[in-house]
């Protein structure tokens, strides 16, 4: 299902907010089956561990629900929870990137042994991807933060420049110009994968 | 990079999304969506952790913001600062010129224009445009605070080779 086409038989997404607005957690419960896969996804493409995207799915889910007064209704709702996940999601990688470095430090004083739980859980998801997906995910991994985000809202999850600047809080131009920036990086590093392969 | 590969790249980025685990899976996000939300109700917040989850998705902490929006307040601190010194600067000039203004506007009047050009008005830093208000100002620091002591201080006339009476 569609995020901007839901079924005609089942009551809109504004419909839906409207009453959980009203107090109805019913109605908050049919937004999150409705919307539990494509989070999971949106998280995970920036996360890239299952474990840690669980954890901001729920946080996720959680800062949605005590919001939603704030929610007027200015963006689609499936924005304004994509935006929550985002920052979310890129808020807890920033976080880890520290951990991780003051981890390294601690380890060089022989404090403790570092495990790459990224890693492991890579090993995991891999065997489901195609050879060429594998490719892409390690030249999605090269990219910066910032590109990688774009590449994610607008060629994995199929979103418009515009809701993605919605999301991210920048202009359609912006969106644009890290979409180009990013597609001519990927086809440099997926040529560079290639190239490797051939060697 | 062919037409060919961009197409199967793009469908193969599409393909990325279902990168989610099985129905069974989503099944039980529900149930412990509640569980997580209950169990956070029940431990109580301290007012700091309160305060940061409040802030936590605001736009200036976000770190590059932060050191954007730093950097914007110290060059804004900067030029006020600037600003109100140069001000201050001419304020204290004008002061200057009207504490001198009397006794110098009798000097002028009975110095002769030649006094202007002068070997002991170079002494004081300046042959060019040497007009005795401009000159108060120049010697305050070094004259003191005596008004005729400037006039009196300078190179008698009678000893000064390049004036001539």
């Known amino acids: 299902m569609d995020a901007n086409s839901p079924d005609p038989n089942e009551p809109s997404d504004i419909a839906l907010v409207g009453r959980a607005q009203g107090g109805e957690s019913r109605a908050f419960d049919l937004l999150v089956i409705r919307y539990q896969k494509r989070l999971y996804s949106v998280i995970f493409q920036i996360i890239r ?7 901001v799915l729920y946080q996720t889910l959680i800062k949605a629900h005590d919001n939603l007064s704030g929610f007027k209704g200015n963006s689609g709702f499936h924005t304004w929870l994509y935006r929550i996940a985002v920052n979310r999601s890129l808020n807890f990688i920033r976080l880890r990137k520290t951990n991780r470095e003051m981890s390294i430090h601690a380890n060089e004083e022989g404090d403790f042994d570092i495990i790459d739980e990224g890693v492991v859980n890579e090993v995991e998801v891999q065997e489901n991807r195609s050879e060429l ?26 979103l418009s420049h515009a809701e993605i600047g919605k999301i991210l809080g920048c202009s359609d131009g912006t969106v644009r110009s890290r979409l180009h920036y990013a597609h001519k990086q990927l086809k440099n590093y997926l040529l560079d994968v290639k190239k490797g392969d051939r060697s | 990079m062919t037409m060919e590969n961009i197409d199967s790249v793009q469908k193969a980025l599409s393909g990325l999304r279902d990168e ?59 030029f006020t600062l600037n600003g109100l010194h140069e001000s201050w600067s001419s304020n204290s000039a004008v002061l200057v010129n009207w504490y001198q203004g009397e006794s110098l506007r009798l000097e002028k009047s009975t110095l002769p224009e030649q006094f202007l050009t002068s070997n002991g008005i170079d002494q004081l830093g300046s042959s060019a445009l040497v007009r005795p208000v401009e000159l108060a100002a120049l010697s305050l620091g070094e004259m003191g605070s005596d008004r005729t002591q400037y006039v009196m201080n300078t190179t008698p006339a009678s000893y000064d080779s390049v004036v001539a009476f």
């Open chain 1, 49 to 55: 561990h299952h474990q840690d995207t669980e954890d």
């Open chain 1, 133 to 158: 997906q594998n490719k892409l995910n390690v030249s999605l991994s090269k990219l910066s933060e910032d590109h990688r985000t774009v590449v994610n809202l607008f060629d994995i999850q199929g």
């Open chain 2, 20 to 78: 989610v685990p099985s129905d069974l899976y989503f099944s039980g996000v529900l149930a412990e969506f509640h569980s997580r939300q209950r169990n956070q109700r029940l431990v109580p917040q301290s007012f700091t952790t309160r305060l940061m989850e409040s802030v936590k998705d605001l736009w200036f902490f976000n770190p590059a913001r932060l050191v954007q929006g730093s950097a914007f307040a110290l060059i804004l601190l900067f």
